[in-house]
């Protein structure tokens, strides 16, 4: 596999979050934070003619493989930075974070690894949508528990 910064920071955030011991709130933080910043530095990238999809985990057994691991991790709230002042607290779920980071992840390194590094750039950069939020929200999650 070739790799890049969005390549690395995405098998960095994998192997924090799935091998060995469970890592702690700090180290977890910074493996977001590389991921964030090297979306910054990661090109474009293109679609190939190639059409194909990635495996794709069940989202039930996967929400379940990151509860197992992450067993004081739960709700938080969080707040619409673009909605009113007078708008409620949402809820999020640091395990439901963590299981759509990995789930975007691993289709960016399944790209790179059986169609092309441009084709994991472009889903890597168009998922930052949904990756981006959850990794920032989490972040913050984080950062509350280790200075809150």
Known sequence: MNSSPAISAAK????????????????????LDGLVAAYH??????????DVDAPRQNGASLYADVAARFPTYGAYPVVDPTGSLDDALMVADAIDDLADLTLDMREVLWLADHVSLNDAHFAFRLQFFH??????????YLCGRLFG
């Not at 960095?12 to 493996?31: E, I, M, N, Q, Y």
């Not at 530095?41 to 190639?50: L, N, R, W």
């Not at 990756?131 to 913050?140: D, F, I, K, V």
């Open 41 to 50: 530095v990661t090109p474009v990238g293109d679609v190939s003619d190639a």
């Open 131 to 140: 990756w981006g939020q959850h990794a920032r929200e989490l972040s913050l």
């Open 12 to 31: 960095h955030f994998l192997s924090v979050v799935w091998d060995g011991d469970r890592p702690g709130d700090k180290t977890l933080l910074a493996a």
